[in-house]
């Protein structure tokens, strides 16, 4: 695959989903609304950052932050409200978007589906007629947005079947792993489908997976922790970017790494003790471990974006050292032969973290959710540090 030639030779941004953002959307919209309506969440989204109506300025404040490109996602429920039927208002919204992507800027990477799934897919990704609905929404996206050159598919397939149907937190709120695999493929048949879907419209576009990647330690240095490890690994990281077929790039979010042992296995549920500090998701900090993933997905030979990466905390410091240390590990894994195009920060706003609500703080930019205003936090410095170094032309950082 050609590198469009008038791209940024390396895509540095910042990345957001469309309901974690978005915000006013009635209970019937989604799954989560409905969801956040049974009260299985901390609170519901709400206006959430209203970032509908106020895209302009926030891609505004990515770019006076340095950001060179801006990953966000569709929302389906309001693209196509009713099977087969689709709304040429919210096309005309993200066409809008990606308009001013171009005006700011921003090099446009676009989620087609970022967890929520329309009421009207009434078993979710189980629906038969899911895979074949998501890759027509896809295909007519590709061709619509026609500025577009990056694409994810899916974001996160694995996470979205753990949590849904495994520890059940998200909806659907099941228990039955056998179903998960279900699910996890349903998903990866829907990908391949809808890049079928787009590659004919549009063959020189580039398109991917979001996927998930956990750094998996052994809780003890025994060989059953190791085995677990092992397996948890090639289960859960390595099946998924196996059995996806064809991807132009494979998307990397890493946040965390987890330590696991044959127990562990035996109940995902019962995720071992992190050792050390933790963040406000209460995840561990392992840049070694984010070099590790990429050094080793490189070996794959295809190019890698990483497409979230980001911490959860009020201490701008940690923030700043969690980006400082994530940028040194990429850089190392790229002189180690991995082919790294692009890093996209998780979150250019703080928003709605799905079942914990809005407590933890993942942006660059602050949100007071009274008065909608927005502020650049400190911690982003060491995100325009990195900008600068690839754009001199960047804006100077804001003050630490
Ligand atoms: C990822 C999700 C993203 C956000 C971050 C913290 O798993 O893709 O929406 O919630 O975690």
Known sequence: MTWPADAPAFLLGVATSGH???????????DWTAWEHAGRTREPSGAAVRHWQRFPQDLALF?????????FSLEWSRLEPAPGEYDDEALAHYQEMTEACRVHGLEPLVTVSHFTLPPWLTHGWLSPEAPARFAALAGRMAAALDPVRFWCTINEPNVLALMGYVEGQ??????RPGTAAGVLWAQLRAHRAAYRAMKQVRPAIWVGIAHHLVHFRPARATPGDRAAAWTAD????????????PQDFLGVNYYAPRWVSPATLANPSLVGPVPGPTTAMGWSVD????????????RRGQPLLVTENGIA???EAARGAYIAQHRAALEQARAAGADVRGYFYWSGLDNFEWAEGYRPHFGL?????DTQERTVKPGAAAFTDW??????????????
């Open 20 to 30: 974690q953002v978005d915000g006013d959307q009635p209970p019937a919209h989604n």
């Open 63 to 71: 770019r006076q932050i340095g950001a060179n490109a801006y990953r």
């Open 170 to 175: 998200w909806p659907p709120g099941q228990h």
């Open 234 to 245: 090639r289960i859960f990281n390595q099946w998924p970017i196996r059995r996806a077929g």
């Open 287 to 298: 840049p070694d471990g984010f070099r590790q993933t990429l050094v080793r997905l490189g």
């Open 313 to 315: 905390t009020d201490d």
């Open 365 to 369: 930019i602050a949100v007071n959710r």
């Open 387 to 400: 900008a600068r170094a690839i754009r001199p032309d960047a804006p100077p950082p804001p003050p630490r």
